[in-house]
């Protein structure tokens, strides 16, 4: 049995998600699956490099007649693990500075 290392807790969400990298080029998109104070993970056909700072906005779902505002973030790739070959991958992301 292995032990979930991490401290902050994880809430499990599904939420659309937008990845940007650091030069600001093309948008690539997906779904934040979890977040904590510390990180999130995001399922998306987007494939990182390892350790890449990326530029995330995950967009919360509506609350009645609230609608809430996005958090954008500044993020770095931890991990990215391929669940469908060549279609789907899961991106965990430690967050580095929240922008908004």
């Not at 080029?25 to 390892?50: A, E, M, Q």
């Amino acid at each position: 049995m292995t032990s979930d290392k991490r401290i902050s807790r994880r809430i499990p969400i599904e939420c659309p998600t937008r990845i940007r990298t650091a030069d600001l080029g093309p948008s690539y998109y997906g779904t934040c699956i979890d977040l904590s104070v510390k990180g999130l993970t995001v399922h998306t056909n987007f494939v990182p490099r390892p350790d890449e700072e990326l530029e995330v906005t995950v967009l919360p779902p509506r609350a009645g007649d609230i609608t809430p505002q996005p958090m954008t973030a500044k993020v770095r790739v931890r991990r990215c693990h391929e669940l469908e070959q060549g279609q789907m991958y899961e991106i965990g992301l430690e967050i580095v500075t929240v922008l908004s």
